[in-house]
């Protein structure tokens, strides 16, 4: 067989392959997200305990212009994020203490929770840095499997409709 002929059959074979490719992708995978739960009255006490939190850190809001080379300001902010984390781990506690009735939740859920605890260590010790420092420090938090921690833990949130449970963004600028 001439070259051209082999040649012809393979792009025709790899066209085929990635047609069928994304035919089984538009017309028979499955939709369901990998973290949707199914046990959405769990959802809603979530999202309720979340809530709580957040407008705790609401309350502590200081909206003036903070000086980053000033160690009283840095100390002064290192007090609020030492109250908004509490304020997330009581409710990332008592989201602990409540297991979804669905499988599925509880095999993610305690995952997500265990996450959720790492990126509160990481804010404890981002408030310890604020109170020795003499510039703001960078927030850098931990990454697992190469993805910072906030934004899985912020994609489960938002995939079961718990916006109030995702990471706050307060220690990002």
Known sequence: MPFRVITRIFLWS????????WVYAFLFASRESANKINDEAWTVRAQAYCMTAQNVRFSLEDLTEMNPNDPQALKKKAQIVEKATDALETAINAIANDTPNDEKGQAIVPL??????????DRRLFA????TATTRPYFAETEVEGVPVSERLGKFARENKMKACQPPLDLSV
Do not use: H, N
């Open 112 to 121: 997500w929770i265990d996450e959720y605890r790492m990126y509160l260590k």
């Open 14 to 21: 790899i066209c085929s392959l990635i047609a069928a490719m």
């Open 128 to 131: 310890q840095t604020l109170r």
